[in-house]
C-alpha cells in the first residue's frame, strides 16, 4: 500500500487472466471509488453540447461511460497502455463507437502523445498517474498542460504517498481492517498477513509509484497550471483539479 517503484508501471501486468479480475480487485483495494468517480464526474462542467476530453488511463472504461453518458455528443480520445484494457473498453462502450478514438500508448515512453491531434477541454485520469516512473512526472504533467485549450482542465484520481511514517501504519492498519471485513462478508477468512502479502504482491508486480500529495500540487504549478488543488482525499487515494488559465 503506497510503496514506490521508481521505473513506474509495468504494462506486462495486464494480462488477460488478470483482467477478467480487475474490477472486482479495484473494489477492494480501492475504498470509496464509487463516491471518487462521482466527485470527478461532477467537477466536468461544460456549458457546450460537444466538449472534447482525452482520458488517460482509460482501462476498463467505467469513468469514460460516465462521460460520455453526461455527455453524448462529445468527441472522445480513450488511452491506455494495454490492449487487452482496450479490447474490453472497446465493448463496454459500444453504444458510444462513433465518439470516441482508442489509442495504445504507455505514458511512460517520451512520445505517448504523438499519436493525438488538436487540443482538448479537458483531459482526465482516473487512477492510472501512480504508474509514472520518477524521471516521467515532471515533463508530463508539462505534456498535459500543453494538450488543454487554453480554458481546458484536468481531473485526476491516483494513489498518493502517505503524509509520514506514522500515517502510513495508520492508514495500513484502517486498510487491513477495511479488506477484512469485505472478506468477511463474502463468508472468506483471512489473516492480516495474507492481506499485506496480497497487497505487496500487487504492488510490486504492477510497479506502483505514487508520489507524495504536495508533490502533485508543484508538478501542476511548475507545469504552467494558473491554479490546482485537491477537493477529495481518502487514505491513500485523491482526486486532483487543475486550471489552465484562472
Known sequence: MARRYTKGGDLNYWSAEYIKTFEFMQKLGVPQKSEMLKIMINLLTFRKAKPRFLEIGGG???FSRMILKKYPEASFVFLDGSPEMILNAKKRLSKFKSNITFLQSDINSTDWFNGIKGSFDAIVSSWCLHYLSD???????????QLLKPSGIFVCSCSIQ????????????LETYRIKESFMKMGVEI????????????????????AYFDEY??????????SSGCVWKYLFNAVFLAHRVK
Open 60 to 62: 476498463l472504461g467505467a
Open 135 to 145: 524521471n516521467r512526472r515532471r515533463p508530463f504533467f508539462k505534456e498535459i498542460y
Open 162 to 173: 502517505p503524509e509520514s511514517k506514522k500515517f502510513l501504519s495508520l492508514y495500513n492498519d
Open 191 to 210: 489473516t492480516e498477513g495474507q492481506i499485506k502479502a496480497m497487497g505487496d504482491k500487487g504492488h510490486s508486480k504492477a510497479r506502483i509509484n505514487p
Open 217 to 226: 500540487l508543484k508538478l501542476m504549478k511548475r507545469a504552467g497550471f494558473a
